[in-house]
């Protein structure tokens, strides 16, 4: 488990966790509960999210939760979502961990985007765009978005972002991935262009046990990722402390990424992680931040 003394105070503070209802979006939102934090969790099924705000009021007394229908493949959903929010005063997280990992056969979102790179880039950049004037208003706001070991190997096909030509599980896994990472770069730069407060970071959580692989690839990678986990990976809880460290320590740095430090970066303490030099080509990012916007229709001004 993180530890708990690891985590500043969240008192006044709120949360936004996207999947929330498994694994390391679980982990972190409760560890942000347990900190003090308002959290509102957010997932496609409705009666797993009032399951986990069940789990956690009984783990953390008088914990601040709630749940928010939000599927990050529909932009509608999106839309409504941040509507439903949008009264509140500000926000001071927004934790962009949802995702979908190696899908075998290729699958599309409800506006017709590639499943991986819609959900785990798009749907968070729409989602960030959206909930952008609640994060300004905060003091201090942070945005955390989760990338993967898998961007090094990632490179962003601007000929068939959609992979609707010729379509790989991995390639459209690393290149979501590689995504969120860019994306994360390229909105401190532009934020501290404009002249903000925000903070935004990356992380990834190593190799963790979550239903990401029985979720996704399955076949003979489950079963060697089942094989390999108790040697080389660790908990999802484990995993949640790169995130819940750039989401919280007054040592994160802006356009930082964060991973566990151990060999491989596979497991253990938070620390510094490998950016390849494809996640810092500013060129692409902010043609990539371009593209994104022209897709999902919405601007972050």
Request: aromatic share 8%; with cysteine.
């Amino acid at each position: 488990m993180a530890a708990q003394g690891e985590i500043p105070s969240q008192l006044g503070r709120t949360a936004v966790v996207t999947g929330a209802t498994s694994g390391l979006g679980y982990e972190t939102a409760l560890a942000l509960a347990k900190a003090g934090a308002e959290v509102i969790l957010t997932g496609r099924d409705d009666r797993k999210g009032q399951l986990v705000i069940e789990t956690i009021s009984r783990e953390v007394i008088g914990a601040k939760i709630s749940f928010e229908h939000l599927d990050l493949a529909n932009l509608a959903s999106i839309a409504d979502f941040t509507q439903r929010i949008g009264a509140r005063q500000s926000l001071e997280l927004l934790i962009n961990n949802a995702g979908v990992m190696a899908l075998p056969r290729r699958q599309i979102t409800a506006d017709g985007f590639e499943m991986q790179f819609g959900t785990n880039h798009l749907g968070h950049f729409a989602l960030t765009a959206h909930l952008m004037p609640l994060l300004r208003r905060a003091s201090g706001a942070r945005v955390v978005s989760l990338s993967s070991l898998a961007h090094r190997t990632g490179f962003i096909d601007f000929n068939d972002l959609q992979g609707a030509r010729i379509y790989s599980a991995w390639k459209a896994y690393g290149q979501s991935k590689l995504a969120c990472l860019m994306f994360a770069l390229e909105l401190q730069r532009r934020s501290d262009a404009a002249g903000g407060n925000l903070i935004s970071n990356a992380a990834h959580p190593g190799f963790a046990r979550t239903n990401l692989f029985t979720s996704g690839p399955g076949g003979l990678v489950s079963l060697a990722s089942g094989f390999a986990a108790p040697l080389f990976g660790h908990s999802a809880a484990d995993g949640a402390r790169p995130i819940l460290f750039a989401a919280t320590s007054p040592e994160a740095k802006p356009g930082a990424y964060y991973g566990p430090g151990g060999f491989g970066e596979l497991r253990g303490a938070p620390a510094k992680a490998l950016v390849m030099p494809q996640a810092r080509d500013a060129a692409a990012a902010a043609r990539l931040w371009d593209v994104s916007g022209k897709l999902v229709g919405t601007s972050f001004e």
